[in-house]
């Protein structure tokens, strides 16, 4: 991912996690909810009611959120907020003094525990990786309408090119000289100039909802964004190369624990990225995809050459259960297919997971499936990295993003390879995917 899960530089992550309070085996029915309610108030106790400020420290940078407590059903939720998205968790516990947030479908949780007054402290755990992974927490108590970033704010008109969404050429580069072009858009609040917010698209995939304010530092003034999603901690620190002037932009980019770019940015109405439609293909002289890879579900196994796809216009999409921009893609295909699959059109998604463990895997992707209510069919298709998804699929050139959507006519041949996805937070951009997407498959359907 970028977020999207962009397999460039792995600066995602993922996660899920950290178990619920025990029961002893024999317990009884009223131990166990007393136990219950016991964490609910434990939980509630170190989250209270309200707006929170969130920091995860790393890199020697502060990384801020804002998230909304409230309660329901006498329980705890914790709402994070990234620009206008709202990502609500309800899985919450407590043990002792600490109490376990779950991020969503991802294999991460904060754990955290009160600092005195309106304060937390803890923790922001990824388990799925290779080396542990955890990143300092801090929040306090804050207005509704909380600054993301604190500091001496630009409010002047001259950032008047913002107000309708400035489109930027940009450009990011690794500590090892790589490059990848990308586009930035940044929004200017319309009743508070200092308030932003925006995101960037690449070949890959975008960083989804970033939101922040206009700062002046000592040094001159910033644009500083960031996300929290459960997933990734990003912060986008651009200086203007001119004071007053937003045409010309540099500064550094971080992502959680240690992924650190560079990037360069200008205003550019005419920005576009190369054509995800052509950033890979089949090899020459095939034309259709042969795998037969294990279900979700023990026992089964899926293929394309399987009768209930026959003579049908078939969506393959490779995702991973870690990955903020294939969770983008499946929160408009799954009730896309509850709608047209009738139309004779099936999906199947092919997950590439964070573990060599066919049954962990399988049980991520089954998570994945009940939470977002996804009707169409799910396969255990190998690990989650580019060159271990291109060999699983050796009639591709090659998989170059997560996720990647294969479009397959009433003959199973393969008739267009989309690259990446242009998520909702991207505005113009995911409605024109959007409307893509329909275009393919009316095409198809009509053949």
């Known amino acids: 991912m970028p977020v999207a899960i962009d397999i460039r530089k792995a600066v995602l992550g993922a996660g899920l996690a950290l178990a619920a ?29 309200g707006t929170w400020r969130g920091v995860l420290s790393a890199q020697g940078q502060e990384i801020p959120f804002l998230f909304d407590v409230a309660t329901d059903g006498g329980k705890p939720t914790v709402t994070l907020r990234n620009g206008e998205e709202r990502l609500k968790l309800d899985e919450i516990s407590s043990a002792g003094d ?127 964004l960031s996300t929290f999603d459960g997933s990734h901690g990003f912060l ?28 360069t940015a200008t205003l550019d109405p005419n920005a576009k990225l190369p054509d995800a439609n052509a950033l890979t293909g089949m090899k020459p002289g095939q034309k259709k995809l042969d795998f037969k890879f294990p279900s979700i579900y023990e026992g089964g196994s899926i293929s394309p050459s399987d009768p209930k796809y026959k003579g049908k216009v078939v969506v393959l999409q490779i995702l991973g259960s870690w990955c903020p921009n294939c969770m983008d893609e499946t929160n408009f295909l799954a009730p896309w297919y509850e ?36 009707g169409y069919d799910l396969a255990v298709a190998g690990q989650a990295s580019s060159a271990e998804a291109s060999k699983s699929l050796p009639q591709l050139q090659k998989v170059i993003a997560f996720p990647t959507t294969i479009f397959l006519d009433k003959k199973g041949e393969v008739r267009k390879i989309h690259t990446g996805y242009s998520g909702p937070g991207t505005g113009k951009y995911y409605e024109q995917e959007v409307a893509e997407f329909n275009k393919t498959i009316d095409q198809l359907l009509a053949e």
């Open 21 to 49: 309070v025990a029961c002893q085996p024999n317990s009884s029915t009223s131990e166990n909810q007393a136990a219950t309610e016991a964490a609910g108030t434990a939980a509630a106790t170190a989250l209270s009611a």
């Open 98 to 224: 600490s109490t376990t947030i779950r991020l969503g479908v991802f294999d991460a949780a904060l754990v955290v525990r009160a600092d005195g007054a309106d304060k937390l402290k803890g923790t922001w755990v990824k388990y799925d990786g290779k080396e542990p992974y955890r990143v300092a927490f801090a929040a306090q108590k804050a207005s509704a309408d909380a600054a993301l970033f604190t500091g001496t704010a630009k409010n002047t008109s001259v950032f008047g090119d913002l107000k309708k969404g400035g489109t930027f050429r940009t450009t990011f580069k690794g500590s090892d000289g790589e490059t990848t072009p990308a586009v930035g858009i940044i929004t200017q609040d319309s009743l508070n100039p200092t308030q932003l917010t925006g995101t960037f698209l690449t070949t890959t995939g975008d960083y989804r909802y970033l939101a922040g304010n206009l700062v002046t530092k000592a040094d001159g003034e910033h644009i500083l």
């Open 236 to 263: 986008f620190d651009g200086k203007l190369d001119k004071p007053g002037n937003i045409n010309s932009i540099s500064g550094d980019f971080y992502s959680g624990k240690s992924g650190h770019e560079t990037w």
């Open 339 to 374: 709608k047209n699959k009738q139309r004779g059109v099936e999906i199947i998604g092919l997950g590439y997971e964070r573990t060599t463990d066919q049954k962990v895997a399988s049980q991520k992707l089954l998570k994945m499936k009940e939470r977002m209510n996804i």
